[in-house]
């Protein structure tokens, strides 16, 4: 029984997580957009390891913060607006991104349009059952489209 039961779980456990990425990453970034309308200050949403740096893995955290310096890092004398707890399991994610190369979507404070930070999150579930990339337009918008290979 045991045989066939684990697989199913590792499957059923890597369909969840392939949803709830998505449905976690569409809300946060819309959290964002509304925190620099708020806020009328540039929100910054990137991957951090520490919940306090910005790195490069968009595999474990994510942080958005106001960045009242716009040095793209999260200072301690800047406001921690959100973390969210990732740590997938069942596949990896990145950002592919058009316009400048740096690791981090940046909403602006007057209009909560990204910043030159439009592109794809790209997910690819480790078993290639399933995959998907979230698009972010230049308007902020988001859709999430099915991919087959990645």
């Not at 919940?51 to 942080?63: A, M, R, Y």
């Not at 909560?112 to 972010?136: A, R």
Request: net charge positive; proline share 2%.
């Amino acid at each position: 029984m045991s045989v066939i039961a684990i697989p199913l779980y590792h499957q059923f456990m890597a369909s969840v997580e392939l949803k709830n990425t998505s449905r976690v990453l569409t809300i946060h970034i819309q959290k964002a957009k509304s925190d620099a309308i708020i806020h009328h200050k540039n929100i910054v949403l990137c991957p951090s390891s520490d919940l306090v740096i910005c790195n490069i893995d968009w595999n474990k955290h994510l942080i958005s913060f106001v960045d009242s310096n716009r040095n793209l890092q999260h200072d301690l004398n800047e406001e921690l607006l959100t973390s969210i707890d990732l740590n997938h399991t069942y596949g990896s994610m990145k950002l592919q991104r058009f316009g400048k190369k740096q690791n981090s979507i940046v909403f602006q404070g007057s209009s909560g349009l990204p910043i030159e930070s439009n592109g794809s999150f790209i997910y690819c579930s480790y078993d290639q059952l399933k995959n998907f990339k979230l698009v972010l337009s230049k308007m902020g918008h988001v859709r999430v489209e099915e991919l087959k290979n990645c």
